[in-house]
């Protein structure tokens, strides 16, 4: 224990328990000590390590975080590129639609004074069809028509020779042109859809010429009297031109001798129709009085 009497107060700087488990042999004693030494280096080592481990750890997860970062950065950018483009499109869109709706707005308005002009133009064109005569039939109608007058104009004309009397077996009518009473028109209804002093002149300009009747009563009571030509003339203004034609063949057919009088009577009667009964029933009295007058 002498060897201890040097370091005394060494020695009291240590807990007495330790000093009480120390060897005795100072050699052993730095020996222990330089153990204990290794041993606590060796225990913060291994902290110092565990903390670098978790520092680089955590320095990885900061990298993937970063690296997470810039790529988002970049899908960022990207879009952000995007989204300039789209703007700009946008941008040229609007200018571009503003372009067509400054120049769809000059159309309309260049078409409203077209529409205008065409409505000017319409009204005058109208006014003018309305004040002017009828300028004239189409060749097939004015043929039609000018056939129409021939044929009258060939059945009076048979009417007016009482010596050229056929058998009776010919059923033809012979009726004088004499001075008989004729009726108002009592339908200003035109042939063809509009009657005018020019297509009425042109009408009988077609046909020789005939003498105009005038209306005349006969004895008291009698019905008033109506000449061929006037009949005819109020048969064209009330009748279409299909009934006319109709009618104009009939009175060819019975001329010519190829049906009887009762049958031209029955289809007159189915031509006029209820509507003109009154033209069916001067056309019979018409027929009945030249048919007597022959006999």
């Given amino acids: 224990m002498s060897s201890f009497g040097n370091v005394g107060p060494m020695a009291s700087a240590l807990p007495a328990e330790v000093i009480s488990v120390l060897p005795v042999d100072p050699f052993a004693q730095l020996e222990l000590a330089s153990k204990i030494a290794q041993h606590a280096l060796a225990a913060k080592a291994a902290q110092l390590e565990a903390e670098g481990q978790q520092l680089r750890d955590a320095l990885v997860q900061k990298a993937n975080h970063i690296k997470m970062l810039e790529r988002r950065v970049s899908t960022l950018e990207l879009e952000l590129q995007d989204m300039a483009a789209k703007s700009k499109q946008a941008v040229e869109e609007a200018h571009r639609l503003q372009n ?3 120049l769809l707005a000059e159309t309309v308005k260049r078409l409203h004074k ?3 002009r065409l409505e000017a133009f319409k009204k005058n064109l109208l006014n003018t069809l309305n004040n002017e005569d009828e300028p ?3 060749p097939s109608v004015t043929a039609a028509d000018v056939a129409g007058e021939r ?3 060939e059945v009076l004309s048979s009417i007016s020779k009482p010596s050229a009397m056929p058998p ?3 059923y033809a009518v012979r009726m004088a042109p004499v001075a008989t009473p004729a ?4 339908s200003s209804r035109p042939m063809y859809g ?3 002093p020019q297509a009425t002149s042109s009408a009988q300009y077609a046909a020789p010429p005939l003498s105009m009747s005038h209306t005349q009563y006969g004895p008291s009571g009698s019905p008033p009297r109506i000449d061929g030509k006037e009949f005819f003339k109020q048969a064209r203004a009330q009748l279409s031109y299909e009934q006319f034609s109709q009618f104009l063949h009939n009175i060819k057919e019975l001329n010519a001798g190829r049906q009887s009088r009762e049958e031209t009577l029955r289809r007159s009667r189915d ?3 209820p509507m003109h009964q009154d033209m069916y029933g001067m056309f019979e009295s018409l027929l009945s009085r030249h048919s007597g007058t022959m006999l």
């Fill in 100 to 102: 067509e709706k400054a």
């Fill in 114 to 116: 077209d529409l205008a």
């Fill in 136 to 138: 004239g039939l189409e």
């Fill in 151 to 153: 044929l009258v104009s």
């Fill in 168 to 170: 009776p077996s010919n």
């Fill in 183 to 186: 009726y108002p028109s009592t």
């Fill in 194 to 196: 509009a009657a005018t």
């Fill in 271 to 273: 031509i006029f129709g």
